[in-house]
């Protein structure tokens, strides 16, 4: 099995082939290998790729494979709009699902658990409140950035995907994860202008770039923050 050492990490991984991936995903999931997957490619190129997020990667490993804390309590924090806030669990043992609200300084979890909740049932609730932000938000930027940009696309939807933030289909919906309210607002711009683009040039070829340095100069830096995530655009 191929290992790139990276410092004093030794990264082994495998690779699986998956022919209907245009880019290639790196995986990090506690007690497993590293999982590289996409077009095929050679060794090379595959230690090419682990070589280019070895420093995410060593990143992952690290945080995958710490001591569970199974349960949030008052004090844990979670991630919103670029930033960590304070959760507030309050018992609500009469609902049958925690439900989550933010009041612009911490998050308030409503817990059918009691003065704690699940990572478990956290996730989801989390992502529904994402869902519910991204699609309450969402809409604005985009009316802002088709008129200073003169690009447009038909639609946006909030969609849930395996390995990347953000897609544009053929037809010129723009789509986002909902996780994506986990990015900063100068991410999430750089992310709309990047799909906007995609409405004109449907690679990432030169033309592409040249379109996305034209309506957003500082992208390296911002797409730099959305490649640490292990998923792409």
């Known amino acids: 099995m191929p290992v790139f050492q990276y410092g004093t990490t030794e990264i082994e991984w495998v690779f699986k082939i998956d022919e209907k991936l245009a880019n290639h995903y790196v995986t990090v999931e506690r007690d497993k290998k590293v999982l590289l997957k996409g077009p095929n490619v050679s060794l090379e190129e595959q230690g090419k790729l682990i070589r280019y997020r070895a420093r995410w990667i060593k990143q992952r490993i690290e945080e995958v494979n710490q001591p569970l804390k199974e349960e949030l309590v008052t004090g844990s924090r979670a991630q919103y709009r670029g930033r960590s806030y304070y959760c507030e669990i309050i018992d609500s043992q009469d609902l049958s699902k925690p439900e989550i609200s933010f009041n612009q300084s911490k998050f308030k979890v409503l817990s059918p658990e009691g003065h704690f909740i699940s990572r478990e049932k956290f996730k989801p609730a989390l992502e529904r409140f994402y869902q519910k932000k991204a699609q309450q938000k969402l809409g604005s930027r985009i009316r802002y950035w088709q008129e200073q940009t003169g690009l447009e696309s038909l639609m946006f939807k909030v969609k849930k995907f395996e390995a990347r933030w953000a897609n544009c289909t053929e037809n010129n919906v723009i789509e986002f994860h909902p996780r994506c309210m986990e990015f ?14 995609h409405t004109v040039e449907k690679s990432h070829n030169k033309a592409f770039w040249q379109l996305v340095t034209r309506h957003c100069p500082n992208w390296k830096e911002l797409h730099a923050e959305v490649e640490v995530s292990g998923m792409v655009l």
């Open 184 to 197: 900063s607002n100068a991410v999430m711009d750089y992310i709309i202008i990047h799909e906007l683009c």
